[in-house]
């Protein structure tokens, strides 16, 4: 079997995928990216690991139940986007190979059989898997946002990649809600620089990804960085080939992406 790439794709606007009107139009290129997202791997995964935005936790932790409840967190939208269900199986037995996996590279982690599936795990998966057949483990970002340990955790979890496990960070390449439209200019050079930078090797890669502050466009497209981190675990579960641009899309005047690592 070949073996399952990692991947760093949009989890989307809120629950915007499913809404109606403008809100939903604005958001249509990158569900129709993520409902093809099958074409971009060599089979169907036997499951998922997700690595999501929006859990920042002082060890990283995995869920381990093996029914995870819905986190809605996001406010403002419709009552019937509260009602939104992704009933996918968890999967303990990944969880904890996985926890298992990053302490034996000497950092700690932890399963966590309580915590539910926020947003950017169960919102892009119900677009990607909407026959939920597919167990899913979510992965929290470790609270110090570092670059670099990211890229470790994600080199720690690359074996899984051979037992066809997917491995997916669940972001936004671009991620300046308040400057939305006056900073979008700067989301085209940054994502001209990612495209650069993530077709290095894992080493390069690391390397660049813990100086994207100094990018252009950087700062402008991350006021902070959590939704970046994801890929930074994508990228460091890849191997030295170089990463691959699977789509460019975008989202009003702002540009989006997505990445591969083989």
């Known amino acids: 079997m070949t073996r399952m790439p990692s991947l760093y794709i949009p989890h989307g606007g809120g629950p915007s995928f499913f809404m109606q009107g403008e809100r939903k139009q604005r958001y249509q290129a990158t569900e129709d990216f993520l409902r093809g997202i099958q074409n971009f791997l060599p089979s169907k995964p036997s499951a998922i690991l997700i690595i999501t935005a929006h859990w920042e936790t002082h060890i990283p932790s995995f869920t381990g139940g093996a029914h995870p409840g819905?986190?809605?967190?996001?406010?403002?939208?419709?009552?019937?986007?509260?009602?939104?269900?992704?009933?996918?199986?968890?999967?303990?037995?990944?969880?904890?190979?996985?926890?298992?996996?990053?302490?034996?590279?000497?950092?700690?982690?932890?399963?966590?059989?309580?915590?539910?599936?926020?947003?950017?795990?169960?919102?892009?998966?119900?677009?990607?898997?909407?026959?939920?057949?597919?167990?899913?483990?979510?992965?929290?970002?470790?609270?110090?946002?570092?670059?670099?340990?990211?890229?470790?955790?994600?080199?720690?979890?690359?074996?899984?990649?051979?037992?066809?496990?997917?491995?997916?960070?669940?972001?936004?390449?671009?991620?300046?809600?308040?400057?939305?439209?006056?900073?979008?200019?700067?989301?085209?050079?940054?994502?001209?620089?990612?495209?650069?930078?993530l077709a290095g090797t894992w080493a390069e890669r690391s390397h660049g990804l813990a100086n994207w502050q100094q990018a252009p466009g950087g700062i402008d497209s991350h006021p902070r960085e959590e939704h970046l981190l994801p890929l930074m675990v994508a990228s460091g579960a890849g191997s030295d080939l170089p990463g691959r641009a699977i789509w460019r899309g975008e989202i009003g005047p702002t540009c989006i992406g997505a990445w591969a690592f083989d």
Do not use: C
């Open 70 to 197: 819905l986190i809605y967190d996001y406010y403002g939208f419709p009552p019937e986007t509260y009602a939104l269900q992704y009933p996918a199986p968890g999967l303990p037995a990944l969880a904890q190979r996985a926890a298992d996996l990053i302490v034996q590279s000497g950092v700690p982690a932890v399963v966590d059989p309580d915590y539910g599936w926020d947003h950017g795990v169960f919102i892009p998966l119900k677009v990607m898997y909407p026959q939920a057949d597919i167990p899913v483990v979510a992965m929290s970002l470790h609270e110090s946002l570092d670059p670099k340990l990211h890229a470790h955790l994600g080199q720690t979890l690359r074996p899984l990649r051979d037992d066809n496990v997917l491995i997916v960070g669940a972001g936004m390449s671009y991620h300046n809600l308040r400057q939305f439209v006056e900073h979008a200019p700067a989301s085209y050079a940054f994502h001209d620089w990612l495209d650069k930078t």
